[in-house]
């Protein structure tokens, strides 16, 4: 039976909508293609080989040889393992809080001052754009127990000649200090832009209810923030868990592995002790923990924004 | 050439003398090295021992160039300190520099892992056994495994001590110092004033600090593996480790990780060091600058077993994946011949494994010739297992954990032991 006029165009109808959407779609992936291709290529094919690589020894320079769970035994039986997680992690505990204060100050500060703050935005965000090798040079410098400035000024304070990298108590949270400064114009700027970003009339409103300074930050900026905090935290946990280049450049992990870090570890286990499964099963490691603490944080904090 | 008589000729007898023309004077150049014996293009990659060590190797090359003219030779470097990340990436590239400058704390690891050349053949070829037997038994033996020899001993960096005898003299100590461990605590004592310091030794493992533990070390007998290397030989290495301890303890030290090796240096050369623990190419600098005191070379006081000085080795090998071995090995016995290896190592003041060219050496350097003379013979080096430099990054944290006063001797030998046992 032949289609009415109405049926047919019915039909008609359905197939240029699908095939609309079939444009439409294959356009969006045409589009998407490139970093998707670039996301397959550089980031899951080689966590794909890391995770293979895991079970294997060698693989780099010599042909791999299967090794079955043995890398991933030694993962948990090495004591260096365990103190280079918790090292990263009382890193990631003592750098994130204190970047993220003094970003917020910095940002409450920039966002008041009406004149030069462009100046002041580039001076700021200044050594963020610093290669980390000069930021360990310049820090080199000023904590030096003979001659850096910082040391200059402890000694006339106190008398006391500090061994900032040189004393295992305070390695890391000297590298700590070190990261929080080249941070700090990054995240000054990106919570800045966080303020900038708050509408006006609520606070005009709260004004006008008699709410103070102090009040209308707790009451009204910090929740009006958490979007932007949500962002800060799940970023600046991933960036600081990988903390690789000042140990490498100032300590090389120690003194007595104090600051020894997961990143450190898997370059060490690769380059150094030319064993690239152990390496590669850490670094598999240090992916768990990343997307574990990430999912977490995630989760927690989703129920809040 | 006129538009008419160019029409006489096709297209394609153009392109083929034109080409040809081209072409004849690359065959003839190509055929003409051929006949030389060698062509290509060689990279040849090191360690820099001088800041001038780029011209220093072009020298080699240009005399190279002189006997093989079609060889190209491109030299490169590695920085010490990440001198594994950087071979490895290259060996891993499947086409790694074709000579390879390598130290004994790490070619055993790669001739296990086959990317080094077998050079046996070669080496016991009969035409080259006169440079062969120049070269000390001793060096050979470092550069060999039961699976092969792995390269070309040239080089060894001797590990010195460096005296102010300034401040020795004003502390009545030049004499007695280098008698015995209590001699040495003694002069460190009676230099350390102020903000000088009786002793330096390294001890960040950036800085290679096991380099200075090492005499102390092998002067009690012990050693990182035992006769066998089936465990670790420490073992009566306790009370050598615990006077490395006591030094720091007795604060006759710069405090533990204060200063690096380079810092140790700048204050031997202002003279807030009495006894620095160096290595030779510094002698350079202190001559080229000398410092406002009288200094002298030196080696550690002798131990219960013996009197040794620590020092690593250089050796030239081959990569595997090299297409051009022929002329690798003809550079590299170019580089090891005695005129060669003997100018360079007087340019940087390191010390060669050719017996027949000692004497000719360090004619302006006393101090270079005693090192030669008096140090070499008692040179103990590393054992070249594959896993000896990870045996010694990993059992330094114990070490510098001990300098900081956290265990004694007895306690740090016993945790490296069992950090190195777990690797063998």
Known sequence: ?305 | MSAKKMRGYSRRRFLNLFGGSIAVPFVLGALSSRAAGLAGKLVMIKGPHSADEAKFEAEIIADFKKGNPGVDVEFTTYDWANMNAQLTAGFASGSPPDVQYLVDLIYPAYAERGVLQDMTTWVNDPAWKSERDAIAPFAWSLAKSSKGIWGVPVLGAVYNIFVNLDLLNAAGVAGTWQKSYADMMAAAKATTKGDTFGVSLRTRVSDFAFWDWFPYIHNAGADILNKDWSGHGLAGGEDAMQFLIDLHKAKVTPPVGSVDWQGQFDLFKAGKIAIYHGETPQINELLASPPPFKWDVAYAPPGPKGQTVMGNFGILSIAAASKNKDAAWAFIKHWASGPEVGRFAGEVNLQVVRTDIVNQLYGDKPQMQKIQKEFVPRVKGVQPHPKILTMLQQIWPVAEDSYLGNLTGNDAIAQMGEIINRLV
Not at chain 1, 119 to 125: A, C, E, G, S
Not at chain 1, 244 to 256: Q, W, Y
Request: a positive charge; one cysteine or more.
């Open chain 1, 1 to 305: 039976m032949a289609a009415t006029p109405s049926q047919f165009s019915a039909i008609e109808h359905q197939t240029r909508r699908a095939s609309a959407a079939l444009r439409r779609d294959l356009t969006a992936y045409a589009f998407l293609a490139p970093i998707l291709l670039f996301f397959i290529v550089f980031m899951a094919l080689p966590v794909v080989w890391l995770f293979y690589l895991s079970f294997q020894n060698d693989g780099i320079l010599a042909p791999a040889r299967f090794a079955g769970l043995d890398n991933w035994r030694r993962t948990f039986a090495d004591r260096l393992v365990l103190k280079c997680i918790g090292n990263t992690l009382y890193y990631c505990l003592i750098a994130i809080p204190t970047v993220f204060v003094l970003g917020m100050i910095v940002a409450l500060s920039l966002e008041t001052i009406r004149r030069g703050a462009a100046i002041l935005r580039v001076i700021i965000y200044f050594p963020t754009l610093q290669a980390s090798l000069i930021v360990a040079l310049i820090w080199t410098f000023m904590i030096h127990p003979d001659f850096g400035l910082l040391n200059i000024v402890i000694r006339a304070a106190t008398g006391v000649k500090m061994n900032f990298l040189g004393n295992p108590a305070s390695a890391m949270p000297t590298i700590a200090m070190i990261e929080v400064w080249k941070g700090l114009g990054f995240w000054a700027i990106l919570f800045l832009s966080g303020l900038l970003a708050l509408p006006l009339d609520l606070y005009h409103a709260a004004e006008l209810d008699g709410a103070g300074p102090v009040r209308r930050f707790f009451s009204l900026t910090l929740p009006l923030m958490k979007p932007t905090f949500y962002f800060a935290v799940i970023f600046a946990t991933i960036v600081n868990l990988q903390l690789f280049d000042s140990v490498f450049v100032l300590t090389d992990g120690g003194p007595v592995n104090s600051t020894a870090t997961i990143a450190w570890y898997i370059y060490r286990s690769l380059f150094t002790f030319s064993d690239p499964g152990f390496g590669a099963t850490l670094s598999f490691v240090l992916v768990i923990v990343v997307v574990s603490l990430t999912a977490l944080q995630s989760w927690l904090m989703r129920a809040r924004v």
